[in-house]
């Protein structure tokens, strides 16, 4: 089993970002805990980050020929990407939407998702164990189907 991880716009800044917000983990170790992961389960995972609407788009399109399921934080476009939610929608993968931080108990514009409506779950508010917790229920997911 392969699955995607997508880290969306400004999560290559982890560790110096509004650490009160986002918390002191870098990107590379979120990453390396979910490696470690994924070895435990015995799946294999791919990543990419980027601030890149298209490239994010680019990689759904392209993990529905070699991936079981996406697990995506897409970061602000959660709440702006009608073009993420369509491409996670045409491809139909199972999806996690994954947030470090609570994203409904912040600013209300944060409160709305348009990528949860196409994914089988989202895990937000525990910081770096946000991660670990979508890969686990992602795994589970598509083990079972």
Not at 70 to 88: C, E, F, M, V
């Amino acid at each position: 089993m392969k699955l995607l991880i997508l880290h969306g716009p400004n999560l290559n800044l982890l560790g110096t970002r509004e650490p009160g917000i986002y918390g002191k983990l870098t990107l590379a170790e979120i990453n390396s805990t979910l490696v470690k992961l994924s070895a435990e389960l015995g799946c294999e995972l791919s990543f990419l980050q980027s601030n890149s609407e298209g490239e994010l788009i680019d990689a759904i399109q392209d993990a529905a020929q070699h991936c079981s399921g996406i697990l995506i934080n897409p970061a602000a476009y959660t709440h702006t990407s009608i073009a993420i939610r369509d491409a996670l929608a045409a491809v139909g993968l199972p999806c996690v939407e994954v947030h470090l931080s609570n994203i409904h108990n912040r600013e209300p514009f944060r409160h709305v998702s348009m990528i949860a409506p196409v994914t089988i779950g989202q895990i937000c508010g525990f910081g770096g164990d946000s991660y670990l917790l979508a890969l686990r229920a992602l795994f589970n997911y598509v083990k079972t189907k």
